[in-house]
């Protein structure tokens, strides 16, 4: 059974920089959309960026100029580079790959835990 694995997250200072990595365990990244998405105490799970399988971008309005999303099919994998954190973006961070992240289903991985000090 395929499986994502998250890695990368941690605590860091505000303005600080993380990078959160994505892998599949099976080689099905590579015909795939990919998101990640975020959830904070308290509040719903949102989407922060996706990436197609040709490599189209979009972020939420929240991240756009701070997080880059890329992928390399070669490794299955995809990454999430986080620059000048805030507070705000405190949240454990998740990883879906999906013919249609809009659609129900998909794969998620476990998450990865963000904490940003301020």
């Known amino acids: 059974q395929v499986q994502l694995v998250e890695s990368g997250g941690g605590l860091v200072q505000a303005g600080g920089s993380l990078r959160l990595s994505c892998t599949a365990s099976?080689?099905?990244?590579?015909?795939?959309?990919m998101g990640w998405y975020r959830q904070a105490p308290g509040k719903q799970r949102e989407l922060v960026a996706t990436?197609?399988?040709?490599?189209?971008?979009n972020y939420a309005d929240s991240v756009k100029g701070r997080f880059t999303i890329s992928r390399d099919n070669a490794k299955n994998s995809g990454y999430l580079q986080m620059n000048s954190l805030k507070p705000e973006d405190t949240a454990v961070y998740y990883c879906k790959i999906a013919a249609n992240l809009g659609a129900p289903g998909g794969l998620w991985g476990q998450g990865t835990q963000v904490t940003v000090s301020s």
């Open positions: 099976g080689n099905i990244f590579r015909v795939n959309a």
């Open positions: 990436i197609t399988s040709s490599g189209s971008r």
